[in-house]
């Protein structure tokens, strides 16, 4: 039996599968400072949009899992992760959402405290700034692969864009 909801399989696979394409696009930008990286985890592996080769993904997370699994787990950490993002966008629109309340259902009432939501909606912005990195490291991320195994890269093209799918195990 797992200690917590994050311990569970599916949940750790992914936690882990995140950790390690974080690493992959740190270790690609190195290569490639030029392109734009963007990715996506799941249980399963993740996906790297952006117009790199499969030899090059293929290379990068080879030397992201080994250099993770030599304890650079700051690898894991990127500041363009979607939970930093998610983190601040929730923090903003409980802010907006506490600047209407009182405000009955009349839109010109809610139109009045405008810039009243504006500035709660910014501060919250502000003061919630540290906590993303922080869910991220403790929450959607590991720095510690475990007994995480590359399997295969898979690349496809659809519309232009180069989305290479990293399938892993363990």
Known sequence: MSNSIFDMKPISRSKRNHGLEHATINVL????????????SSPMGYTIVGNVTTEDVAEAAIEALKRLRAGESHLVMHPNCGTNFAVSGAAAGLAAWLGTLGTEKKIQRKLERLPLIILLATLALILVRPL????????????????????????LVRGGVRMHRVYTRG
Do not use: I
Not at 29 to 40: D, F
Not at 135 to 140: M, N, S
């Open 132 to 155: 993303g990195p922080l869910v991220q490291q403790r929450f959607t991320t590991s720095g510690d692969p475990g007994n995480l195994e590359l399997d295969r890269v898979e690349t």
């Open 29 to 40: 930008s190195k290569k490639h400072p030029a392109v734009s990286l963007g990715g996506m």
